[in-house]
């Protein structure tokens, strides 16, 4: 018996001090859905430490993804994304994504990576009340919601949105 993400497989960017549940929850999910994930770090390899402790390895350096093998990428919260942010890669791979019309997603502080991408000027979105100014700075819509869907982008606020985080990437990806 097939899972509905069969075929399926999306990025999630990781670095150190990323929000534990951010990463592992949607890539748990997903995984049980049939997908497969892959996490991509500075360095393929690298242990890095959230901002719980809960280790993560990368299973590949950012620099040697290509947008063109995933159907979509989740961008976790935490304190890493505004270091990754910065990466020239990181951007352009973001920008690819949304180019091409596939998943964004973006929880809590992972706004900042496609805030710095340049790709939510006119998209609605929500995300961590710390990042609101950016969010508009950066000409999004911004909504106070558990979870915003505008088209392939989808944003949620904290890990207690998880679960309708997740609704909101089923529905982008087809596995409701």
């Known amino acids: 018996m097939g899972q509905p993400l069969d075929g399926k497989s ?12 951010e990463l592992w929850y949607p890539k748990l999910r ?5 997908a497969s994930v892959t996490l991509a770090g500075p360095e393929c390899g690298k242990t890095y430490a959230g901002k719980n402790g809960y280790p993560c390895v990368s299973d590949a350096a950012i620099a040697s ?6 159907d979509g990428v ?3 919260g935490g304190f890493m994304p505004d270091k990754l942010r910065r990466d020239d890669k990181v951007k352009s791979l973001l920008r690819e994504f949304s180019e091409a019309g596939k ?22 979105v929500t995300g961590s ?5 950016d969010l508009v700075n950066a000409g ?3 909504e106070d919601a558990s979870v915003v869907v505008d088209r392939y982008f989808v944003s949620s606020r904290k890990p207690d949105d998880l679960p309708d985080f997740m609704k909101g990437i089923f529905s982008v990806v087809g596995a409701e």
């Open 103 to 124: 998943l964004v997603a973006a929880i809590c502080h992972g706004g900042w990576m496609p805030i710095s991408a340049g790709v939510y000027k006119g998209v609605r």
């Open 74 to 76: 989740v961008c976790p």
């Open 30 to 34: 997903l995984i049980e859905a049939g």
């Open 140 to 142: 999004a819509l911004w």
């Open 10 to 21: 999306f990025l999630f960017f990781v670095g150190d001090i990323y929000e534990d549940l």
């Open 129 to 133: 009340p710390g990042i609101k100014d």
């Open 65 to 70: 993804v290509a947008s063109s093998a995933f």
